[in-house]
């Protein structure tokens, strides 16, 4: 690469990483955010569910705006948006701002997101693409990894508020920067329209299936199934405007393949288990372990590490024994790990947990990427831009079902003092058995997931992934 294409992929990336940070960073945090607010454990997952529901509702759109309005122009305006987002979180003096904030910074996050990959397609010649492909999956993993250790090291040595100071001053460096090295190029489909009836449709069917799932088993029991009602009214909607419209956000005669629906389903899967255990573990190693924040979140370090070591190797061997094989392990793999996750208890050994995080992260990086490349290879190649955008878009569907399902089960288990009273306040013991039973749920999921690929008719596409890492963040 020349200067001038380091310094484009250099900035993409800047993005690419502060969207894998701010994946992992705020869970480390909550436990914290929670007696600060004095609020329940359930009411602090919506710091992360906001920021979620707003994300995957918005990716597909950011995809369609940069189309109709340049790339560039864009993705330094969501860069903007995402870094004063940032900084108003960390003033936020109450939930409901904090939440508020957070929704905004989402607004930013998915267009960053977004249009990481296509920026790089459209910016660098074919011969450096798969090398600047790479370098932007590597900068959003290390973003990850990094995420539980600077969010617990900000909390304890400083305040949780820090956790969205850091991204500041690289947002700014950043847009600076963007604004001299990305190129000006016309958009590639000025004249694309937007399908806001598409965008409402798919807003208000997430937030109510994820509110619904979030509040049915605490006091709000009542709205929780209306709003369950409303989801199942606007999801069927959705699917029939994306059906008859010109320019859908979401090409639904894809899913006419039944192994592409599949495998897109298994994305969401193993996405949930991932966010469930990062959304609960924080609570488990701070709560019942009693570990400082710091060192929970070198704990928590583990299972983003075990995605990095594994994904790039996974995608190497399903280009050469397919992509079924490595998939069903990873998710074998994944089984593993929840059932031992489930086995923790107040004295178990906090090195184990570490080792059950890794062995998770292994098998979702195992799985990932070759899910991946069997999505892509299932595809027409005028459609895999769509088809990546979906793949974003399952993935992120997964966290938000995942943060809300695990929620759901651990009061369920423990009964309503979860949804009613802080965590701070709960026996250990009784804690400690909440969470396992969300793990354990998740492991049913991911069992779901096997049998699912099992059905699964493997083809050779020719596709590959050139053994680059993929990110599930």
């Given at each position: 690469m020349s200067p001038a294409e380091l310094l484009i992929v250099l900035v993409i990336s800047l993005g690419s990483f502060m969207a894998g940070l701010d994946a992992t960073i705020v869970n480390i945090a909550l436990p914290t955010i929670a007696k600060a607010f004095r609020i329940t454990t359930v009411t602090s997952s919506w710091v992360l569910n906001a920021y979620l529901i707003v994300l995957v509702s918005l990716l597909l759109v950011s995809a369609r705006l940069g189309d109709m309005k340049g790339y560039r122009r864009?993705?330094?305006?969501?860069f903007a948006v995402f870094t004063v987002g940032s900084a108003l979180c960390g003033f936020s003096p109450s939930i409901d701002l904090l939440i508020l904030a957070r929704i905004l910074q989402a607004v930013g996050g998915a267009i960053i997101s977004a249009l990481g990959a296509v920026m790089v397609t459209s910016y660098l010649p074919a011969a450096l693409r798969g090398q600047a492909l790479g370098i932007v999956a590597m900068f959003t993993m290390l973003g990850a990894a990094m995420g539980p250790v600077i969010g617990g090291f900000l909390t304890s040595a400083l305040s949780w508020q820090f956790i969205f100071f850091v991204n500041v001053p690289v947002g700014i460096i950043a847009v600076l920067l963007g604004l001299r090295v990305l190129p000006r190029t016309a958009p590639v489909a000025p004249d694309s329209n937007l399908d806001i009836p598409g965008v409402v449709l798919i807003i208000i069917a997430l937030s109510t299936l994820i509110y619904g799932l979030t509040t049915i088993s605490g006091p709000g029991m009542f709205a929780g199934i209306i709003s369950l009602i409303i989801a199942v009214i606007f999801w069927p909607l959705f699917i029939l405007r994306e059906k008859r419209s010109?320019?859908?956000?979401?090409?639904?005669?894809l899913f006419a393949n039944r192994s592409f629906t599949i495998q897109n389903f298994d994305v969401m899967i193993i996405q949930m288990g991932m966010a469930g255990v990062m959304i609960l573990m924080p609570f488990y190693l701070e709560l019942v372990k009693h570990l400082p924040t710091d060192n929970a979140g070198?704990?928590?370090l583990a299972l983003p590490i075990g995605m990095i070591l594994t994904s790039p190797l996974a995608g190497r061997i399903s280009d050469v024994i397919g992509t079924k094989k490595p998939i069903i392990a990873g998710f074998i793999i994944a089984v593993l790990g929840l059932l031992l996750l489930s086995t923790l208890s107040p004295h178990s050994n906090v090195g184990h947990s570490a080792i059950y995080l890794f062995i998770l992260g292994a098998g979702t990086g195992i799985a990932y990427a070759p899910l991946n490349s069997a999505i892509m290879g299932q595809t027409p190649p005028k459609d895999r831009g769509a088809a990546s955008g979906l793949i974003k878009m399952m993935t992120n569907l997964g966290s938000?079902?995942?943060?809300?399902?695990v929620m759901l089960v651990a009061t369920a288990a423990l009964g309503p003092k979860l949804a009613e009273v802080s965590a701070h306040t709960i026996p250990m013991e009784e804690l400690a058995i909440a969470f396992d039973a969300a793990f354990l749920f998740l492991m049913v999921l991911e069992i779901i997931g096997i049998v699912l690929m099992l059905i699964v008719k493997e083809t050779d596409t020719g596709y590959s992934t050139e053994g680059e890492p993929v990110t599930a963040f």
């Open positions: 864009v993705f330094l305006s969501g010109k320019m859908p956000l979401v090409n639904m005669r070198t704990v928590l938000s079902l995942g943060v809300a399902l």
